[in-house]
């Protein structure tokens, strides 16, 4: 098979970003070939940068969005600090920023600004409720866009909701900057233009609602809370074995529930019972449904349990955590892990989920250190020597 080159190979990205949701996003972007180039403050650069220093020193959330990328500290107040930020965007495919709402236009980097300068730059402009809307102006930050969209109130158990162990409002928005820098770029080699791409995180995680969101709006009581378990299917829970670990099952038909009553409870008769002969009775009957899966795995060890499971040919997972996804004989098998350079050394990271066969593999850069890369980009722009120290020396860059 011929090697092609990564799809976005010759584009260019600049970005004025912070946190997780834009990060996100063009880390996708650079991981397919693209050239992003980050905008950072000064003062610290990247807020993410100080969440946390679990990564050998750096910040996990740092590291995992953004490899693979050029960082410029500069001082976007000062008037020449923006000129070379607006200089680099001439030169660029794609501008993405997440600042606070109306940030971008009080400095002349909005979209619809930047569009109607450069007809072919593609513009996204990512925040938390939009730029219209009584909420335009609403801090949001994941968690609480988590509990607007609503995926707080069917998270969590029948007792107490619980957010998303994951940003999922920031990586839902990412997602869909993401295919929009995508979409856009196709759009651009047909019709030779770009344009404003919006996204808006209390939208991208609306729509990841669907479920719950259409069940409840067409007539349906909106799902309970039920932890692990499944508000409407049984048995479908997580169960603790004999040596402590807990495997999560699930029945979706009642030929299934037929093979888990005889080649894992070992009671065959339970499958004709009324009580549990179809979904809407084991539902009914959850209780005892639990009671007598919960006993049956009670006796066995996890990796029997799994065994067996699969054996019948039911559905099952085993309830990881964290360092046992990090040591997953699956993604082992697939040689999902790479080493990617940081300013600490390599790290280890996941390759990117899509894979293109026949081309070469993603390209996960170095995680870069702040301002990196200001010396290079400010030389690439055409100044001296001489006028990048007058810009360190007037603290314009970093």
Same mark, same amino acid.
């Given at each position: 098979?011929r ?7 010759g ?12 990060? =996100? ?5 650079a991981?397919?070939?693209? /050239? ?7 003062d610290?650069?990247? =807020?993410a ?6 990564? &050998?020193?750096?910040?996990?959330? =740092? ?16 008037? @020449? ?5 607006? @200089?680099l965007?001439?030169?660029a ?9 109306g ?16 007809? /072919?730059?593609i513009a ?14 609403k ?32 990586i839902? %928005? ?9 979409a856009?770029?196709? &759009? @651009? ?10 996204i ?28 692990? %378990?499944h ?23 009642? @030929? ?11 009671e065959?008769? !339970?499958?004709?019972?009324? &009580? =549990?002969?179809?979904?809407?009775? /084991?539902? +009914? ?14 006796? !066995? ?6 065994? &067996?499971?699969?054996? %019948?040919?039911?559905?099952s997972?085993?309830?990881?955590t964290?360092?046992?996804? +990090? ?8 040689? /999902? ?39 290079? #980009? #400010? ?8 006028e ?11």
């Open positions: 098979m090697t092609q080159p990564l799809p976005l190979d584009i260019t990205v600049v970005a004025i970003e912070q946190a997780v949701s834009a990060p =996100f996003a063009t880390r996708q972007l991981d397919l070939g693209a /050239r992003v180039i980050k905008i950072e403050r000064l610290g650069g990247d =807020f940068r100080d969440y946390d220093t679990a990564a &050998r020193g750096l910040a996990s959330h =740092f590291v995992w969005c953004n490899r693979g990328k050029e960082s410029l500290a500069v001082d976007l107040k000062d008037a @020449r600090g923006l000129a070379i930020v607006q @200089r965007i001439a030169g495919d794609v501008f993405v920023q997440n600042l606070a709402q940030s971008a236009a009080r400095l002349g980097l909005d979209a619809p600004t930047l569009c109607e300068a450069h007809p /072919r730059l996204v402009d990512i925040s938390g409720y939009g730029a219209g809307g009584p909420y335009a102006h801090r949001a930050y994941d968690m609480l866009v988590q509990c607007e969209a609503g995926l707080v109130s069917v998270t969590g158990t029948h007792d107490e909701p619980a957010k998303a162990g994951i940003p999922a409002a920031d839902s %928005a990412a997602m869909y900057a993401f295919s929009g820098v995508l856009a770029l196709l &759009r @651009r080699s047909t019709t030779g233009l770009g344009g404003p791409v919006e808006s995180m209390l939208e991208s995680l609306a729509e990841w609602m669907g479920h719950p969101l259409h069940y409840g709006m067409h007539g349906g009581e909106p799902p309970v809370r039920t932890g692990v %378990a508000a409407v299917i049984a048995p479908y829970d997580a169960y603790t074995t004999a040596d402590g670990g807990q495997v999560l099952l699930s029945v979706q038909n009642d @030929r299934e529930w037929r093979r888990l009553t005889e080649q894992v409870l070992d065959p008769a !339970l499958a004709d019972d009324p &009580r =549990f002969a179809s979904n809407t009775a /084991r539902t +009914a009957n959850r209780g005892l449904t639990d009671e007598m899966v919960a006993k049956a795995l009670s006796r !066995l060890g996890t990796e029997e349990a799994v065994e &067996r499971l699969d054996a %019948a040919g039911i559905a997972a085993r309830l990881n964290v360092r046992d996804v +990090a040591g997953h004989p699956q993604l082992a098998a697939r040689d /999902r892990w790479r080493e990617i350079d940081s300013p600490v050394g390599p790290l280890r990271a996941l390759l990117p989920p899509i894979t293109l066969p026949g081309g070469p593999e993603a390209l996960m850069g170095a995680v870069p250190a702040l301002g990196e890369h200001t010396d290079a #980009l #400010l030389a690439s722009l055409g100044m001296t020597t001489e990048t120290a007058a810009l360190h020396r007037e603290g314009v860059v970093a």
